[in-house]
């Protein structure tokens, strides 16, 4: 009789051990060395997740470009690495798409196809048009490098704009009118954001931009090399449409928008013009200006 108690505690106490042994391997978190994971840790994003990206680009911008045509223009200039096109799923064919699609398997370029709520996460503009795509910055050029053209040197040169909008509209300007190459201050400026390249549509991928660290220390050295520094005020004695310069080695100088030219960008001009307004609003948004201030120039070097 004490034999069977014995013999009775005794299988008790292996089967208690023989549950513990696997209960301990059930919660075991240790892996085999040689074992991957099924599934994509949490903290761990798709190729295509370029959502934590946004402002960190560094020099003047221009690596996240939306919109049709301005992908497009990114994809035919082929002038800078391009790492990848996504497109909103479920949008109606169109040919700038097609030539989008057509261009980037051309070039071996990884495609991306998402739904509208990823979409809209990675859309950084208003108005997109279902597609985005990601580059290597634009490069930040010095005067020496902006001087450096065929052409004679024909600079647009914008103090402190900080409106993408104006910004983009004066690129697309500026590359129509034959501009051979912008200048920006570093510093109380808007760079090339997803608004600027989209409201360019594709002119960044065109125009050689730099930037310096102060707009009167580089028309100071613009001035050394033998280049007209030409600002456009307001209040300035001469027409635009009287530059006597126009078809030299020329910069034209804007200001930013309200303020217009700073103090220490208007005396290091070498000439101030100014467009004529004949109505009751005294002065022209800033883009326009630009616009008919290049094209005035333009006009008068060919």
Same mark, same amino acid.
């Given at each position: ?55 960190? /680009?560094?020099? !003047?911008?221009?690596? =996240?470009?939306?919109?049709? #045509?301005?992908?497009? $223009?990114? %994809? ?112 109380? /400026?808007?760079? !090339?954001?997803?608004? =600027?390249?989209?409201?360019? #549509?594709?002119?960044? $991928?065109? %125009? ?95």
């Amino acid at each position: 009789m004490g034999l069977h108690v014995l013999l009775s505690v005794y299988l008790t106490i292996q089967m208690a051990k023989n549950q513990n042994r696997r209960k301990s391997r059930g919660h075991s978190s240790a892996r085999p060395s040689n074992q991957r994971p099924r599934h994509r840790r949490p903290n761990e994003k798709p190729p295509f997740d370029r959502s934590s990206d946004r402002g960190t /680009s560094k020099g !003047i911008g221009g690596d =996240v470009i939306e919109g049709r #045509q301005a992908v497009r $223009e990114l %994809l035919l200039a082929q002038k800078r690495k391009i790492k990848e096109v996504i497109f909103l799923a479920g949008l109606d064919p169109s040919p700038v798409l097609a030539q989008i699609r057509d261009l980037a398997m051309e070039g071996r370029i990884p495609l991306h196809e998402v739904a509208r709520p990823k979409f809209d996460q990675l859309a950084t503009t208003d108005a997109p048009q279902g597609v985005i795509s990601y580059a290597e910055p634009l490069p930040n050029l010095g005067i020496d490098d902006l001087l450096s053209t065929r052409k004679k040197p024909f600079l647009l040169v914008l103090d402190g704009i900080v409106d993408p909008r104006n910004l983009g509209a004066m690129l697309r300007s500026a590359e129509c009118a034959g501009v051979t190459g912008v200048l920006l201050p570093k510093h109380r /400026s808007t760079k !090339i954001t997803p608004t =600027v390249a989209k409201t360019a #549509q594709g002119a960044i $991928e065109h %125009l050689p931009i730099g930037s310096v660290s102060g707009i009167p220390k580089g028309l100071s050295l613009l001035k050394e090399k033998g280049v007209w520094t030409v600002g456009l005020d307001s209040g300035a004695p001469t027409e635009i449409f009287e530059l006597g310069v126009a078809d030299e080695p020329l910069a034209l100088v804007l200001g930013s928008e309200g303020q217009g030219l700073g103090r220490l960008s208007r005396e290091r001009c070498d000439l101030l013009a100014q467009i004529p307004v004949f109505g009751s609003i005294e002065s022209l948004n800033v883009s326009v200006a630009a616009a008919i201030a290049c094209f005035e120039i333009a006009q008068r070097r060919r």
